[in-house]
């Protein structure tokens, strides 16, 4: 019995699909939510580098909105995963949002009540984020080990920006 090509190129990808199953509608949902959420922090990260602090605190605010929504679909260890990231973002959303508006204030020091208190939010979303990692980090599967590394690598950054811009914007 002789094949001709296409019918040996639809019984591969067959053979390959039944092994594999069948990429559902849920599961590439999935995969371009994380995309975007990816996509949303490389943005945040261009905006700031444009100096554009009120365009990275939106961007990053999607980005949270973003790991909230995947939170709510993925099963008890991802989605605190997520949680965690998602604590990360608003960090830094609220960070951001501080910056602009000492901008927007003039730039005087001591920085307004508002700034301060953006910046007193931000620090317990980081407080939120870095607890749940080191919580995280002992009950959480070896699989999820090296994104809980970035988280934990992300939150220390995190912190000493917020410690230094409080300590530059006279916050106390």
């Known amino acids: 019995m002789q094949m001709s090509s296409a019918k040996v190129s639809v019984l591969v990808i067959w053979l390959i699909m ?17 995309a975007e959420m990816a996509r949303l922090r490389v943005k945040a990260e261009d905006a700031m580098g444009n100096d554009d602090p009120d365009g990275a605190a939106m961007m990053i605010g999607r980005a949270a909105l973003m790991a909230a929504r995947l939170a709510k679909t993925q099963n008890d260890v991802s989605a ?13 959303e609220h960070t951001y949002r501080a910056m602009a508006l000492f901008r927007r204030a003039g730039g005087q020091l001591p920085a307004s009540s508002g700034v301060c208190g953006s910046l ?4 317990v ?13 002992t009950s959480d599967p070896s699989r999820f080990s090296n994104e809980l590394t970035q988280l934990q ?16 914007f006279q916050c106390t």
């Open 120 to 123: 007193a939010l931000a620090q």
């Open 125 to 137: 979303s980081l407080r939120h984020a870095m607890e749940a990692t080191i919580q995280g980090s």
């Open 153 to 168: 690598e992300a939150a220390n950054v995190w912190h000493t920006v917020i410690e230094s811009l409080i300590v530059e």
């Open 80 to 92: 605190g995963v997520y949680k965690k990231w998602e604590s990360l973002f608003r960090s830094q």
């Open 18 to 34: 039944a092994n594999t199953g069948w990429p559902t509608r849920g599961m590439t949902q999935v995969v371009g939510d994380e």
